[in-house]
């Protein structure tokens, strides 16, 4: 039996470079621990492969010195189940062999080690040895560092950018699912199931009539910013403002199974949220004004659309035009939904605030499509 | 100091190292006795091979020489040989003389 006072167990080295020695020959470890102790290195041993399994495990370190033949699990057996660990995988592991023992260095190579030292150890080698392998970990640590620094930019920088246009629950999801490089849409339209939202100010025109164009700009920016407010809450996706219209799209970019109720619940909030907007204007202006909204369901296509120099994600197709069209009958209050659509929210729909409006031939359509109108806020179709 | 063939030089770092190198050195010899009694070959081969690897290491060529006497004659099954080994390494062990430097 070994005198196990000579091995040692962790050092007190300053150093923040660990080394674990594995090996059963304990004045082999006192050895190696010495030599490596004596570069400001810090030195942690195992006298077998399980407690270096367990060792590495619980803390891992920054280089493994491992001895082949162990009684129990041997180090083939702890370098194949290190590297076929992905937390561990990226450890360097140096196989202490004999000289002479090539089929042992094969078998190392085969288990994924990284360097060979020979026994007898000579100091020089395996200072050197050790000495790259720390450069190569400074340099892997280092880069590393950098590419999760570059990382947080880039996704912090998606994540203003798109923050705009969607929730910002949203705005996480796609930057978290950003690949490497660019645009998370690039290059990826597609053909999907929606739920178009558009909504709009009725009364608008007096509105831009009456006031400055300083107030109706504050004024827009007041009513936008109510609506956004709702779109977000429902993690809809802003697609498109314009004038005093707003595109909202559900189901995209990411799937959304109950997307005809949130759609709903927005259109719901949007006119909620605006009745004290539009009871102040009436105060303070004299106007009268509401929100009305169109919503259709159906297939459409998503994806940047645009020349080099400008593009927009956009949404296109029929559930689209169709919600535009149906925004433009809405009255103020009022919430006009394709059949289809309606549907899937009927039971969301208090029945006292639903009309059918019947088949309603849409401009530019040849065939009629059945259209439910709902009354949504306390001023319903003023 | 005159140096014959047991003085080995070691390096001053590993001197306190060298009194448990030797009192585990002499234990050696008395496992590889007992191995060689029970006739157990595939211990005596390892206890070669892990003084072929420790013995040098230190600077101790000589039990690096032994060690691998002994593992090729214990992969032989050599009895007479490898009662020649333990011979002349505790002979060897009782001999030698270490100087720091």
Same mark, same amino acid.
């Given at each position: 039996?070994?005198?196990?006072?000579?091995?040692?167990?962790?050092?007190?080295?300053?150093?923040?470079? /660990?080394?674990?020695?594995?090996?059963?020959?304990?004045?082999?470890?006192?050895?190696?621990?010495?030599?490596?102790?004596?570069?400001?290195?810090?030195?942690?041993?195992?006298?077998?492969?399980?407690?270096?399994?367990?060792?590495?495990?619980?803390?891992?370190p920054d280089l493994i010195l491992l001895d082949v033949m162990m009684p129990?699990?041997?180090?083939?057996?702890?370098? /194949?189940?290190?590297? +076929?660990?992905?937390?561990?995988?990226?450890?360097?592991?140096?196989?202490?062999?004999?000289?002479?023992?090539?089929?042992?260095?094969?078998? @190392?190579?085969?288990?994924?080690?990284?360097?060979?030292?020979?026994?007898?150890?000579?100091?020089?080698?395996?200072?050197?040895?050790?000495?790259?392998?720390? /450069?190569?970990?400074?340099?892997?640590?280092?880069?590393?560092?950098?590419?999760?620094?570059?990382?947080?930019?880039?996704?912090?920088?998606?994540?203003?950018?798109?923050?705009?246009?969607?929730?910002?629950?949203? %705005?996480?999801?796609?930057?978290?699912?950003?690949?490497?490089?660019?645009?998370?849409?690039?290059?990826?339209? $597609?053909?999907?199931?929606?739920? %178009?939202?558009?909504?709009?100010?009725?009364?608008?025109?007096?509105?831009?009539?009456?006031?400055?164009?300083?107030?109706?700009?504050?004024?827009?920016?007041?009513?936008? %910013?109510?609506?956004?407010?709702?779109?977000?809450?429902?993690?809809?996706?802003?697609?498109?403002?314009?004038?005093?219209?707003?595109?909202? +799209?559900?189901?995209?970019?990411?799937?959304? %199974?109950?997307?005809?109720?949130?759609?709903?619940?927005?259109?719901?909030?949007?006119?909620?949220?605006?009745?004290?907007?539009?009871?102040?204007?009436?105060?303070?202006?004299?106007?009268?004004? +509401? !929100?009305?909204?169109?919503?259709?369901?159906?297939?459409?296509?998503?994806?940047?659309?645009?020349?080099?120099?400008?593009?927009?994600?956009?949404?296109?197709?029929?559930?689209?035009?169709?919600?535009?069209?149906?925004?433009?009958?809405?009255?103020?209050?009022? !919430?006009?939904?394709? #059949?289809?659509?309606?549907?899937?929210? /009927?039971?969301?729909?208090?029945?006292?605030?639903?009309?059918?409006?019947?088949?309603?031939?849409?401009?530019? &359509?040849?065939?009629?499509?059945?259209?439910?109108?709902?009354?949504?806020?306390?001023?319903?179709?003023? | 100091?005159?140096?014959?063939?047991?003085?080995?030089?070691?390096?001053?770092?590993?001197?306190?190292?060298?009194?448990?190198?030797?009192?585990?050195?002499?234990?050696?010899?008395?496992?590889?006795?007992?191995?060689?009694?029970?006739?157990?070959?595939?211990?005596?081969?390892?206890? #070669?091979?892990?003084?072929?690897?420790?013995?040098?290491?230190?600077?101790?060529?000589?039990?690096?020489?032994? +060690? &691998?006497?002994?593992?090729?004659?214990?992969? @032989? #099954?050599?009895?007479?040989?490898?009662?020649?080994?333990?011979?002349?390494?505790?002979?060897?062990?009782? &001999?030698? $003389?270490?100087?720091?430097?």
């Amino acid at each position: 039996m070994n005198d196990r006072a000579a091995a040692g167990g962790t050092a007190d080295a300053p150093a923040d470079y /660990r080394v674990l020695v594995v090996d059963d020959d304990l004045d082999m470890v006192a050895f190696l621990a010495r030599l490596l102790r004596d570069e400001g290195l810090k030195v942690e041993t195992a006298g077998d492969g399980a407690s270096a399994l367990m060792q590495v495990m619980t803390s891992p370190p920054d280089l493994i010195l491992l001895d082949v033949m162990m009684p129990g699990v041997s180090g083939f057996d702890v370098c /194949r189940q290190l590297k +076929g660990d992905e937390s561990t995988a990226l450890i360097p592991i140096v196989l202490v062999t004999a000289l002479e023992d090539s089929e042992s260095r094969v078998r @190392g190579i085969e288990a994924g080690a990284d360097d060979f030292l020979s026994k007898p150890v000579k100091r020089e080698e395996l200072i050197a040895r050790v000495k790259t392998l720390r /450069r190569l970990h400074d340099t892997r640590k280092e880069l590393e560092s950098r590419r999760l620094a570059a990382e947080v930019q880039r996704k912090e920088a998606i994540r203003s950018a798109f923050s705009r246009y969607i929730s910002p629950r949203l %705005a996480d999801r796609i930057a978290e699912a950003a690949g490497e490089h660019g645009d998370p849409f690039k290059g990826r339209a $597609q053909r999907t199931s929606v739920v %178009a939202l558009f909504a709009d100010l009725r009364g608008f025109t007096r509105l831009t009539e009456r006031n400055e164009v300083g107030a109706v700009v504050a004024m827009l920016n007041e009513y936008f %910013a109510v609506l956004t407010e709702a779109a977000y809450q429902h993690d809809g996706t802003i697609f498109n403002m314009a004038g005093d219209s707003l595109l909202v +799209g559900f189901n995209v970019p990411f799937a959304q %199974a109950d997307a005809a109720e949130r759609a709903w619940r927005t259109a719901l909030e949007m006119v909620a949220r605006f009745e004290p907007v539009a009871a102040s204007w009436r105060e303070r202006h004299g106007l009268e004004v +509401g !929100v009305g909204i169109g919503m259709c369901a159906g297939e459409a296509i998503i994806g940047n659309v645009g020349s080099t120099h400008y593009a927009s994600y956009t949404i296109i197709g029929n559930p689209v035009n169709t919600a535009a069209r149906l925004m433009q009958m809405a009255a103020a209050g009022e !919430v006009l939904v394709c #059949g289809p659509l309606f549907e899937r929210i /009927r039971q969301l729909v208090p029945a006292g605030h639903v009309a059918m409006r019947g088949d309603v031939t849409l401009r530019g &359509k040849s065939e009629s499509i059945p259209v439910f109108a709902v009354r949504a806020g306390a001023r319903e179709n003023a | 100091m005159t140096k014959n063939i047991h003085t080995v030089v070691i390096a001053k770092d590993l001197a306190d190292l060298i009194p448990v190198f030797f009192r585990n050195r002499q234990k050696e010899v008395e496992t590889l006795r007992s191995a060689l009694a029970a006739g157990e070959f595939e211990q005596l081969r390892q206890l #070669g091979h892990r003084m072929r690897g420790v013995g040098n290491s230190y600077g101790f060529a000589k039990v690096s020489e032994v +060690g &691998k006497q002994l593992e090729d004659a214990a992969k @032989g #099954g050599d009895k007479a040989a490898i009662a020649a080994c333990i011979g002349e390494y505790a002979d060897y062990l009782d &001999k030698v $003389q270490v100087v720091y430097e």
